[in-house]
């Protein structure tokens, strides 16, 4: 597992917790308490992934 790998999965998980809710207020999925958790914890799960891909990007790069 690298860096860009964590970029990738981060970018995945932010985009799946913006799109969700979305779909939700747009009435195309319906809202369970479930589907909130989980689009909620994607997107806290997606910026702490990103976070710590970017920590690693660049103790690499100041090697």
């Given at each position: ?5 964590l ?8 985009f ?32 702490a ?15």
């Amino acid at each position: 597992m690298n860096h860009r790998f964590l970029f990738t999965l981060s970018l995945i998980l932010l985009f799946l917790g913006m799109i969700l809710p979305f779909m939700m207020v747009i009435r195309a999925v319906e809202s369970s308490f479930f589907l909130n958790f989980f689009a909620s914890g994607s997107s806290t799960l997606g910026l702490a992934l990103g976070m710590a891909g970017l920590a690693w990007w660049t103790g690499e790069r100041h090697k």
